[in-house]
């Protein structure tokens, strides 16, 4: 079998944008934060996992993992964040 080939840019809302590139990794970043905004149940379990570090390793080295993990450990510690906030707000008005 070949090996898959992956395009070089894709066009999204009229714009266009370079696979792999940051804008890219802010666009999956920015689709993981609508699906999370869509499921509020599975926040709370995703949240829950904050102690933990996020892995995800495949035989294939040439997965770009470190991307995957990076944008699921920034969505987590923006939405930890967020509760720590949300918490904190009603203290800070005394």
């Known amino acids: 079998m070949a090996p ?4 070089a840019h894709f066009d999204y ?3 266009t944008i370079g696979f792999e590139s940051p804008e890219h990794h802010l666009l999956i970043l920015e689709a993981n934060r ?10 709370e379990a995703f949240m829950a996992t904050a102690s933990r570090p996020i892995v995800h390793e495949l035989p294939d080295k ?3 993992h ?5 944008i699921m450990n920034t969505l ?7 509760r720590v906030l949300a918490f904190a707000a009603p203290n800070e008005r005394r």
Do not use: T
């Open 4 to 7: 898959r080939r992956l395009p």
């Open 13 to 15: 809302h009229g714009r």
């Open 34 to 43: 609508a699906k999370m905004a869509a499921h509020p149940e599975i926040v």
């Open 62 to 64: 040439d997965d770009r």
């Open 66 to 70: 470190d991307v995957f993990c990076w």
């Open 76 to 82: 987590r510690d923006e939405l930890v964040a967020q």
